[in-house]
């Protein structure tokens, strides 16, 4: 039997003011939904033992341009995922107009016809799947973030986005994913337009400079409550810690042992993503290898620790869309 008391040995030194402290709950057992991201959204990844890293994961998280929708490679990892009785979770980025941005009004019903026979084909495949677009919208990083539009013409294009999906994906729910530690109450829609409310938070902390500053060092608890907290007042529906990560590689084995240990307790909150790309060559401060599988040990220690973990969801079968569409209704 799961001992929710046990929570409490992350929680209590923790000094939070109550409007940055999440509703609690008691876990329920078989119910926290784990989903890991390969790298370069290769399913299943090359190793050179042939062993797939992520068996224990019952959602894989696969990130797309809408150029790169109809490429074989594409088609070829979704299907794996689907064939592996797994559950695809896609992220879709629009792709740049003209101009390098994404500006809704002007772009959003060419980029939804664009991806409509992508989504078709989705359907085909008859199995439950997550779907995300426009994600970190809040942030200025995007061809479609805050220095491009506006947050209530993020609110009409993302309504558009959730109606299409639900017409022509009705099998799909979709994922309102914000970037944590910054504002981002604007940009959520009305209740009937969330599936699924998401979060995507990170420690980028190294010892470099970025311009005057140095990335602030929490630890998960302090990175994830405040945002949580807020969402829980935003939305009543699911929420997802959708990307998470750490760059200090030490410490990362923790950052996700307290990450599946604390999150089950939040209220509402029903599952956790790991980030696991490689993107150590793009020469950017605030990137780093979020590869956790090149740490063998650290990775066959958390992994372990998933299937002892009792509130951990382990599917007996694939996954299908009525005992997950109920599950979400729980």
Request: with cysteine; net charge neutral; charged share 25%.
């Amino acid at each position: 039997m799961y001992n929710a008391s046990k929570w409490t040995e992350y929680y209590l030194p923790l000094q939070l003011p109550p409007s940055e402290t999440p509703e609690l709950v008691v876990p329920k057992p078989d119910s926290f939904l784990l989903a890991a991201a390969p790298d370069q959204s290769v399913y299943p990844p090359p190793t050179p033992e042939g062993i797939n890293p992520f068996s224990d994961f019952p959602i894989i998280h696969l990130f797309f341009n809408e150029n790169g929708l109809y490429r074989e490679r594409t088609m070829r990892a979704i299907t794996n995922v689907v064939t592996d009785g797994k559950m695809p979770m896609i992220s879709l980025d629009p792709a740049q107009a003209k101009d390098g941005v994404f500006r809704f009004g002007r772009d959003t019903d060419n980029y939804l016809a664009s991806i409509r026979p992508f989504l078709a084909w989705l359907n085909s495949l008859n199995s439950p799947v997550l779907l995300r677009t426009f994600y970190e919208m809040n942030g200025n990083w995007t061809i479609y973030g805050s220095q491009v539009n506006k947050p209530q013409d993020f609110v009409e294009g993302y309504k558009k986005f959730v109606t299409e999906i639900r017409r022509v994906v009705p099998k799909a729910k979709t994922i309102l994913s914000v970037n944590g530690g910054i504002p981002f109450e604007e940009y959520f829609p009305p209740d009937d337009f969330i599936d699924i409310a998401g979060i995507d938070t990170y420690n980028k902390f190294r010892m470099i400079p970025f311009g005057a500053m140095f990335y602030p060092n929490p630890s998960f608890e302090e990175a994830v409550f405040p945002d949580i907290a807020r969402i829980q007042r935003l939305t009543s529906k699911p929420i997802m810690i959708t990307e998470t990560n750490i760059a200090d590689q030490s410490r990362r084995l923790e950052w996700f042992r307290r990450g599946i240990a604390i999150s089950p307790s939040l209220k509402n909150v029903i599952g956790l993503g790991g980030f696991f790309y490689d993107k150590s060559d793009l020469g950017v401060p605030n990137e780093a290898d979020w590869d956790m599988t090149h740490d063998k040990v650290a990775w066959d220690t958390l992994c372990k620790e998933i299937v002892n973990n009792p509130t951990v969801f382990k599917p007996k079968g694939p996954i299908r869309f009525a005992d997950f569409n109920r599950y979400l209704k729980q």
